[in-house]
């Protein structure tokens, strides 16, 4: 299927995309999920793995995969959009830590699954280097390595000198890095397109170019449902894990924002080329610019080179003409030559992005409310690959009725506010992707750090 090849180079390297057969009909079960990205499969995937025999239906628009989870940046890392200052603030320390822990252990749970049912995901866990470009990155990396270690993980992070840098990769302007273990590179497309035949294999049921248009919660003895044009898929429980994407359906529109995140790939680099680099380790890598940009290297030996530039556009749209922008999409190439000078002919084979889903609180929620059977995950900005993971066994025990320490977590049953309405929705995101940019140019051209005083870092602060 070209046009879901085309998507990303994740999904042309993943296998058959052939879509499986769309509902044929109104149809009872007993979940009922819309979404097959990774929050909808590994939320089956526990749910079955705890009762087999449970009827789940996923109902995908177009094919797994087709969202977020087959368009990343490949990290699986601990990484939450929210600190852990600001978690502690909302939800006191000990639950910080202990949404933190949950996040090192996401990743290890991802590589353990996939290791154990046979996906081929690609999961090596060559750690995560924030690199400072710069005296201007440097006091960020230093407030990140004293706010680990306030809580209690430090020891999982290293402060890395420009030579220690040097010795992982050869980054043109690197003074300094932050380096840890915890975090691990995916292949995301094979990884979402295994979780989908996995949950096949154990009895769940996919239908695929099948779009939601709305969905309804319990009542009065009727079961939840989600409405599609081919019909409606009725269940005592009902499962939202569309992210980005549930900003189409009117009753969530104003939940998320859906932003852009686009990401350019460099034609496979020779082996003389690498030994100039580095990288043997095949770390996440990431700088510490407030617009946000992460680098992976695959492993046939490309370089990835994500960042966030495109603009939000009025009244939320998503659309596919927005997985390409010229002026980012130009710019992320541009930054490749100038962190690798040795790549200055380097030929780009591939040019991507998709939305994430921005709540306006930057907070995840995992959420389940038992009256109506509908239960939600997403919230996760630019952090879903193994927050989906965390999301999926917490929706379980949710939707199970138990106790876990996963439910316990100030994540589960979070309620983030809606954003406002339009045009002040466009105006507070243009202002601030704007005003962002400008911090980082003037920083890059003067050497200092932003001051974290301006309005754009007030409003961003997460
Ligand atoms: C370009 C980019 C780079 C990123 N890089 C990283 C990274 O390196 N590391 C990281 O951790 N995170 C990254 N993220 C975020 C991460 O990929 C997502 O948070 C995660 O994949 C979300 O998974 P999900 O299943 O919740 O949503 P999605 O993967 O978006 O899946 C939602 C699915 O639901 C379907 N759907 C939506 N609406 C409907 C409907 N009405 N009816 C039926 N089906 C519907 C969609 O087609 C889609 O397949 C990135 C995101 C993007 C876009």
Redesign the pocket.
Same mark, same amino acid.
């Given at each position: 299927m070209e046009r879901y090849a085309d998507v990303s180079y994740w999904l042309e390297t993943a296998g058959d995309l052939a879509p499986r057969p769309p509902l044929d009909g109104t149809t009872e079960c007993d979940v009922a999920i819309? #979404?097959? $990205?990774?929050? @909808?499969l590994w939320t089956a995937y526990y749910l079955l793995k705890r009762q087999p025999g449970l009827r789940i239906v996923i109902?995908?628009?177009?094919i797994? #995969?087709? $969202?977020?989870? @087959?368009?990343?940046?490949?990290?699986?890392?601990p990484d939450l959009n929210i600190s852990m200052d600001r978690l502690a603030r909302l939800h006191g320390e000990d639950a910080a830590r202990r949404i933190q822990q949950a996040t090192y252990d996401a990743v290890d749970e991802v590589g353990r699954v996939a290791a154990a049912e046979g996906i081929d995901a690609g999961f090596h866990k060559g750690g995560e280097l924030i690199v400072a470009r710069g005296p201007h990155h440097v006091p960020a990396i230093e407030a990140s390595l004293r706010e680990y270690g306030r809580f209690g993980f430090g020891d999982r992070y290293r402060l890395l000198d420009a030579a220690g840098v040097a010795e992982k990769v050869r980054i043109a302007g690197a003074v300094a890095g932050l380096w840890s273990d915890s975090a691990a590179i995916v292949h995301?497309g094979r990884l979402v397109r295994g979780l989908a035949t996995l949950v096949e294999r154990m009895g769940g049921r996919l239908v695929e170019r099948?779009?939601?248009?709305d969905f309804r919660g319990a009542v009065a003895g009727a079961p939840a449902a989600l409405v599609t044009p081919r019909g409606e898929i009725r269940a005592p429980v009902i499962v939202l894990?569309?992210?980005?994407?549930?900003t189409?359906?009117p009753k969530l529109h104003r939940q998320l924002v859906p932003l852009y995140?686009?990401?350019v790939l460099t034609e496979p680099i020779d082996d003389a080329r690498w030994a100039e680099i580095g990288w043997a380790g095949r770390e996440v890598v990431a700088s510490a610019r407030l617009s946000i940009d992460?680098l992976s290297r695959t492993a046939d030996g490309r370089i990835l080179f994500?960042g966030r530039g495109a603009p939000y556009r009025l009244g939320s749209p998503i659309k596919d003409a927005y997985d390409r922008h010229d002026p980012t999409h130009e710019m992320l190439r541009r930054f490749v030559r100038t962190w690798f000078p040795m790549l200055g002919d380097i030929r780009f084979t591939h040019a991507w992005?998709?939305?994430?889903g921005m709540p306006r609180d930057w907070h995840p929620s995992f959420a389940f409310d038992p009256r109506s059977g509908i239960a939600s995950?997403?919230g996760?900005v630019?952090?879903?690959?193994?927050?989906?993971n965390l999301a999926g066994r917490t929706l379980a025990d949710l939707i199970a009725g138990e106790r876990s320490p996963l439910t316990e977590l100030p994540l589960a049953n979070h309620r983030s506010p809606n954003w406002e309405v339009e045009p002040l929705r466009w105006l507070g995101i243009r202002y601030t992707q704007g005003a962002m940019s400008r911090l980082d140019r003037r920083a890059e051209a003067t050497g200092q750090p932003p001051t974290g005083r301006s309005l754009a870092e007030r409003i961003a602060s997460h």
């Open positions: 819309l #979404g097959a $990205g990774y929050t @909808g109902a995908e628009s177009e797994a #995969g087709f $969202g977020a989870s @087959g368009r990343n940046g490949a990290w699986c890392a995301p099948t779009p939601v248009a894990a569309g992210e980005a994407y549930l189409r359906l995140s686009l990401i992460y994500g992005g998709g939305p994430l995950a997403r996760y630019g952090h879903g690959v193994s927050t989906a």
